[in-house]
């Protein structure tokens, strides 16, 4: 992927082309008991389907405190 830089506001690639990104909010935000109990596994989130219907972004969130429990 190129670089993209922002200019006021619009994004924009290297080159000086404007890019417009397609994107959803993919975020588990409950507390699980174990790592498998997300809600989106990434092993089985249908990408190519999002893919195919326009999307080329996604903002992935996750609970803080299940990927370092202790400090």
Known sequence: ME???TDN???VDEHG???IFS???VCD???FVEMEDYCHNPDTFPFEEFKARGFNMIRLGFTWDKMEPKP
Do not use: T, V, W, Y
């Open 17 to 19: 082309r404007e890019r």
């Open 3 to 5: 670089r993209i830089f």
């Open 9 to 11: 506001l619009r994004f």
């Open 29 to 31: 935000k409950s507390r």
């Open 23 to 25: 994107g959803m909010n």
